[in-house]
């Protein structure tokens, strides 16, 4: 006798972590179902250059899949990915943390930096929108509020959102391709920053300077603001790192991970 067709089973998605148990990673947003490994690779992506991960933290493939809201597989190949691309690091015994640089690795991915990013910074002089310069403004705003708050993640986010605005503005894809890939790998440095080495300078804030060149579609003060920028924000990164590699000092306890902001 014929029998009636089964009814599919419901796909079962993973389990979420319980609050406090240990597993929930706060500084991402829940992927969804769609597109999973593009969509959990992008979240990590923007993870990193923003900051919401710090040098050495351990990212287990599990708790990343529970965070996320995905199963293990896509957590595992996105993962893979950013290891390939040298901003997670694989350790003994498969573990997975988040890679760091070396004072000389630092430095040198700095100059690099310093070209392509005032490269971007003069081509957005004569490129941003008047709400594209707003949005800045709202930017530095928020970071100079964090940074007398002693809200370090708050300072870090706003900062990357700073810089990424004004890259962006350039309207040069493959070039923010580009600087998108070095900050894979210098944003989690920047919580070394606070508060053992907050950026300082020997005037008024660099990003003031890069408002008024970007204000007066000035190409030439705008990429010199930039590099004045990265080399006199960076000024105490670099002691403290070279303090660190002397055994000087040991390496500084990172704020605790934001969440991403909606």
Known sequence: MDHPP???RPARGPSRSAPGDGGSFGFLTPIGRENFTGRVYAELRNALMEGRMRPGQRLK?????QSLSVSETPV????MQLVRERALRMEQARAITVAG???AQYLELREVRMALESMAAAAAATRI????????ERAHAELVRAEAAGDAPVAIGAN?????GLYRAAAMPELLGVIEGIWLRN???LNHLYPHARPTYPGRHRHLDILDGLRARDAAATRAAVIADTVEGGAGLVALLRRMEEGATAAPASPPPRKRQS
């Open 6 to 8: 089964r009814r599919p």
């Open 160 to 164: 990357w959102r700073f810089h990424h």
């Open 129 to 136: 929108t008047e709400a594209g310069i707003r949005a800045l």
């Open 61 to 65: 493939i599990r708790d990343l899949a």
């Open 76 to 79: 595992r190949e996105a993962v």
């Open 101 to 103: 640089l070396t004072l």
């Open 187 to 189: 944003g989690p440095m």
